[in-house]
């Protein structure tokens, strides 16, 4: 019976203790990206429905604020110096960034449609080029915005792809 009331109380010391870890801020798994970034997407490599075609390279800083409440569940804000904000999200080996960008797609009659924006990137080794389970100084990937089928008349989406690179500002 001793042995129960010791279970009893280490039971009761650890909730405890994850009822106070519950009023803190979240614990630091190395995931987290928080502060100022320099964005490069690489207008020399863009991709529009899938084919090769330069498109202006840009340069943004972004601000990002995120929190991880495990080591595979964390979420935050983005917001640009271009003036938006988004929501970002850890999907286990990278993370997502998905937001609307009203009149993306110009067309021949003067109107213009929106394009969904998602951008995905992950850490990255810069001495070997690996991808890395963790890590928030230097990270690529892609931003991909797509048009809807149907804008301008046309059946077809547009779709441009530009490879882009993340580093950490101090």
């Not at 202006?56 to 569940?73: A, F, G, L, M, Y």
């Not at 935050?76 to 850890?90: H, K």
Request: hydrophobic share 35%; with cysteine; proline share 6%.
């Amino acid at each position: 019976m001793g042995g129960l009331s010791v279970t009893g109380a280490l039971a009761a010391v650890m909730l405890h203790g994850v009822h106070t870890a519950g009023l803190a801020q979240a614990s630091n798994y190395g995931l987290e990206l928080n502060g100022p970034y320099r964005v490069v997407s690489n207008g020399d490599w863009a991709k529009t429905n899938e084919v090769y075609m330069d498109e202006p390279t840009k340069v943004q800083t972004w601000t990002i604020d995120s929190t991880c409440s495990s080591p595979i569940s964390c979420e935050g804000t983005v917001v640009s110096d271009e003036g938006w904000t988004a929501p970002v999200r850890f999907m286990g080996d990278f993370w997502l960034m998905r937001r609307d960008v009203e009149n993306w797609v110009p067309c021949r009659d003067g109107t213009t449609a929106p394009g969904r924006q998602t951008m995905t990137f992950f850490a990255m080794d810069p001495a070997t080029g690996d991808k890395l389970p963790v890590g928030n100084d230097l990270l690529i990937g892609i931003e991909r915005t797509r048009g809807p089928s149907g804008a301008c008349g046309v059946n077809k989406p547009v779709t441009i792809e530009l490879p882009m690179r993340l580093e950490k500002l101090e």
